[in-house]
């Protein structure tokens, strides 16, 4: 529960950031820290359990036969990750507070980065596969939102659109990669798929699983080739920058890798795709961040190339490689973060992030210099700061590895000189930022420090980079050994975290990289004049010519195969199936089955005729559009007698309400169309439609009469046997709409309610003149009520009410439920609007058919978890017999408060739809009825 708790608190504390900001700037985020401030709590309440070495764990079943259940899981890498996420977000938040302007909406701002807090803590914690998959998409539109919040610049949303789309593409590859685990191992639960590593390494499809997680890893951590989003994504505000893209949404995909650690790795596919793109990207992004002039696009190529560093590690496959993976994810989360607040406030007293231009700054915020400064050392690798230590381990473990056989010496060749610029670019961070100078026609004029509180976040976090870096075993050692430890799935191998190693190869590297990077810097000049000769590569551009090239093959494969003919798409649909089914039935030596037919009596013969017959001819006359309906309405009665023939009495009911409101609806859409249509058809296409009809006939036929002669077992017998028991009701069709597939009727509400909403949107202020006469020239009747449809509108109403009740009550265990008992509502109220008038009827029916309809979504759902406090399934149904002095004994069940929601949804919908066509045709110039 505190798990659920822990990851609910965003999600139910993003309103708190709108309704506050009315109060001012500092209370709105007072609201919004206070959810993280909570979660924390939370967190560190489980923190003694974690440390021990315990896997804290929750679980419901959601849909266990999918294996998807909402399980949650606490070890040391979701506690490093949520302790990150949340701690980090705090600093975040109060940095936002004086970072926006006071123009901006910083109750949106806010609700937004609490959605995306949210996200990444079901992400981290999610012990289920699909379910982290879930929080994984979610991660993806959240930071869409949050890299948009400035979307009246067009950069802001092009960088968004970009993201989203590499993200969630992405997505879709790991959701892939993950289904594959799944039927691998033979569940999503990450407790069987972490020891099930032997198992999927050595299935056929293993390689194929590991590239499609992998495309979703590299995507969300900007690795080679697909680094580029992330520098365009720099639009965003600041505190966006220093959350999602230093400590959070980029840190998805290698928590992934660390994740899945012991299911993917030891194999050489994993060391080649894992580590080669780890090393390109750290290396690219390392030379390419020297060269940036924006600010934070330096430190965005940064990122890149620590996110390079951090795969490459992973994708080395030992053990000591992990520990050195998780500890940098911890460094470089702090470091990276002050780093891009500091440049956030260097943006904002300055006006530029060109560093052109904001030379000097130490003379005007020698307190933002100094932090930014120890910070940009802490990155560079520095001694005695936290990025020196996870450095040397890196440099450790590329000496240490021998994969690529005889040019093992190539990665640490790499990784030195991958240092040697890292150097390089944090140096010029320093030196022409807060050196170099004086600033060159900066848009603020007199930079100054910031507001004191604005510094506290980047205060704390340079203060943890000293103190990690100076004191590592009394600081971060406990923390990097549960997570590690969770990562490896094992026992932690012998490594020590002294700053002071002695004199060793390590120790030799780090020292080339500070001297080379110092010489490289003083040398950047002739470096600049090659990176500018080099051709111009424009990400965004060539990302919105692939996107345009995308959108116009598309466009011209949908002009090919939709010409807004509806006949055409039916007949392409027919012919399909006409010749898949074909396919099917071809390899049948005989139609003819073993089983012989039910034989006929004269009775069902002559019902099957007429409904043969009514079909036909509502195809023969459908150009008189009322003739066509009204042989239509024969066709469903035919259909709701075939139904009580074949003792379905649901069915009939269900089929006649059903009937009666679409024949209510299409005769007042026809108020407004022609009576008759012309001949539009061509010979040509009456020959096409008549033999797809024919054809279409005859297959359904064949396939009838293939599968009834034919023995085969149906769930029936299932249904039968467990309704009462399992369900409480005799009524077989209602206890397997409310109970057996509630879920599946759950959702089918959800969507006529949804259906509903968009019709109302659709018609909503929409008049049409009201015809005065009809194609012949006749006037309307002058009388919009006539006298005998109203009194029998009148006196009809309470005896309908009155049946729909006993309809719904008898439901469970007779033919009836909520769903014919709403419809038998919905027509006796449809009728008073249309005996009466829309305005008589909602003056007296004053309440909103939208609460209503949501009214139901909403109590069928809480029906369904309410049965979660008891430990059962999802929309389990409980029930019990009673008795009442004079009433005897009766029976109660839950599944009736699930029912009144159908009831309530199928009410509110079918109103919403019928009474909003009624406004659409409604005279105002018709008189009140009293």
Not at 241 to 259: E, N, P
Not at 799 to 821: D, E, T
Request: with cysteine; proline share 5%.
């Amino acid at each position: 529960m505190t798990l659920a708790l822990i990851i609910a608190l965003p999600f139910l504390g993003a309103c708190l950031p709108l309704l506050a900001a009315r109060r001012g700037r500092s209370l709105c985020a007072a609201a919004a820290a206070l959810v993280p401030l909570l979660g924390l709590i939370l967190l560190f309440s489980q923190s003694s359990k974690v440390f021990s070495g315990m896997v804290v764990k929750s679980s419901v079943a959601w849909l266990p036969e999918l294996g998807l259940n909402l399980s949650l899981r606490l070890d040391g890498l979701g506690f490093l990750f949520a302790l990150l996420i949340l701690g980090i977000g705090i600093l975040v938040i109060l940095y936002a507070r004086y970072y926006l302007a006071r123009h901006e909406p910083m109750g949106r701002f806010f609700a937004f980065l609490l959605l995306f807090m949210g996200a990444m803590l079901g992400l981290v914690l999610s012990e289920n596969l699909l379910l982290m998959l879930m929080f994984w998409e979610l991660t993806s539109l959240s930071s869409f939102l949050l890299i948009s919040f400035w979307h009246h610049r067009s950069d802001a949303r092009r960088g968004a659109r970009m993201a989203l789309t590499v993200t969630g593409g992405g997505g879709l590859a790991l959701l892939a990669g993950v289904l594959l685990i799944g039927h691998i191992v033979g569940s999503f639960e990450l407790s069987e798929v972490l020891v099930a590593g032997e198992t999927i390494r050595a299935h056929g499809l293993y390689p194929l699983t590991l590239i499609l997680v992998l495309l979703g890893v590299f995507t969300k951590s900007a690795q080679f080739p697909f680094h580029f989003w992330l520098p365009q994504a720099m639009a965003a505000p600041t505190p966006v920058s220093a959350y999602l893209h230093s400590a959070t949404m980029v840190k998805a995909g290698v928590f992934l890798l660390a994740r899945l650690y012991p299911a993917l790795s030891g194999s050489d596919w994993w060391f080649y795709l894992v580590s080669l793109s780890g090393l390109a990207t750290l290396l690219l992004g390392a030379v390419t961040a020297l060269f940036q002039h924006d600010l934070k696009g330096l430190l965005a190529y940064s990122t890149i190339s620590h996110l390079g560093l951090i795969t490459l590690l992973f994708g080395l496959g030992s053990d000591l490689a992990t520990v050195a993976a998780v500890f940098h994810i911890i460094n470089h989360a702090t470091f990276k973060a002050s780093l891009f607040m500091a440049a956030g406030i260097i943006d904002h007293e300055t006006g530029s992030r060109d560093m052109r231009r904001i030379n000097g700054m130490w003379k005007y915020m020698p307190h933002t210099a100094a932090l930014a400064m120890v910070a940009s050392a802490a990155m560079a690798g520095v001694p005695l700061l936290n990025g020196f230590l996870s450095k040397e381990m890196f440099f450790s473990e590329t000496l240490q590895q021998n994969l690529l056989g005889s040019f093992h010496w190539l990665l640490p060749i790499a990784a030195t000189i991958a240092g040697v610029f890292s150097v390089a670019y944090s140096l010029r961070f320093i030196h022409d930022v807060f050196f170099n100078g004086e600033p060159v026609d900066l848009p603020k004029a007199k930079p100054h420090e910031p507001p004191r509180y604005m510094k506290i976040p980047v205060e704390v976090l340079v203060f943890l980079c000293l103190l990690v870096g100076m004191l590592p075993g009394w600081t971060v050692a406990p923390l990097l050994a549960v997570a590690a430890s969770a990562s490896l799935g094992g026992e932690l191998p012998a490594y020590s975290l002294a700053i002071w190693h002695g004199f060793n190869l390590p120790l030799a590297m780090s020292i080339v990289a500070l001297l080379g990077g110092v010489l490289v810097y003083v040398l950047r000049q002739p470096l600049f004049r090659w990176y500018e000769g080099l051709p111009e590569l424009d990400a965004q551009g060539i990302f919105r010519r692939c996107a345009g090239v995308l959108v116009d093959f598309s466009r011209d494969l949908t002009g090919l195969l939709e010409n807004g003919s509806l006949q055409r798409y039916l007949g392409l649909m027919l012919g399909s199936a006409l010749l898949l089914a074909a396919f099917a039935l071809a390899p049948l030596a005989d139609i003819d089955g073993p089983v012989a037919l039910t034989p006929m009596d004269g009775i069902t013969v002559l019902g099957l005729a007429a409904l043969a017959l009514t079909a036909l001819l509502s195809a023969v006359f459908h150009r008189n559009h009322l003739v066509a309906l009204m042989i239509l309405s024969g066709s469903g009665l035919m259909v709701a007698l075939a139904f009580a023939r074949y003792s379905a009495p649901d069915l009939a009911l269900t089929q006649l309400s059903v009937e009666v409101v679409t024949i209510i609806l299409l005769l007042l859409t026809l108020f407004f169309l022609p009576d008759r249509s012309p001949a539009e058809s061509s010979s040509l296409r009456v020959v096409r439609d008549l033999l797809l009809a024919a054809g279409s006939g005859i297959l359904v036929a064949l396939l009838a009469y293939a599968v009834l002669t034919r023995p085969y077992e149906s769930i029936a017998a299932f249904f039968l046997e467990n309704s009462l028991t399992g369900g409480g009701g005799s009524n077989v069709v209602n206890v397997i709409l409310v109970d057996f597939r509630g879920f599946d009727t759950l959702g089918e509400i959800s969507v006529l309610a949804i259906a509903a909403a968009g019709v109302f949107a659709l018609l909503h202020g929409l008049r049409l003149p009201h015809p005065q006469r009809d194609l012949q020239g006749r006037p309307w009747s002058a009388d919009p009520h006539p006298l005998i449809l109203d009194q029998l509108a009148r006196a009809l109403l309470p005896l309908a009410l009155l049946i729909s009740v006993f309809i719904f009550l008898r439901g469970h265990n007779l033919p009836g439920g909520g769903f014919i008992a709403g419809l038998i509502t919905a027509v006796a109220l449809i009728l008073q609007y249309i005996a009466l008038g829309v305005s008589w009827s909602q003056a007296r029916l004053r309440f909103s058919y939208h609460a209503m309809a949501g009214a139901g979504v909403l109590i069928a759902a809480l029906t369904g978890l309410g049965s979660w406090a008891f430990g059962r399934p999802f929309l389990t149904s409980a029930f019990g017999h009673f008795s009442l002095p004079l009433v005897g004994e009766f029976e109660l069940a839950t599944a009736m408060l699930f029912d009144l929601g159908v009831y309530l949804v199928v009410v509110g919908a079918t109103l919403l739809i019928l009474s909003n066509i009624g406004h659409v045709s409604q005279d105002e110039s018709s008189k009140e009825v009293p």
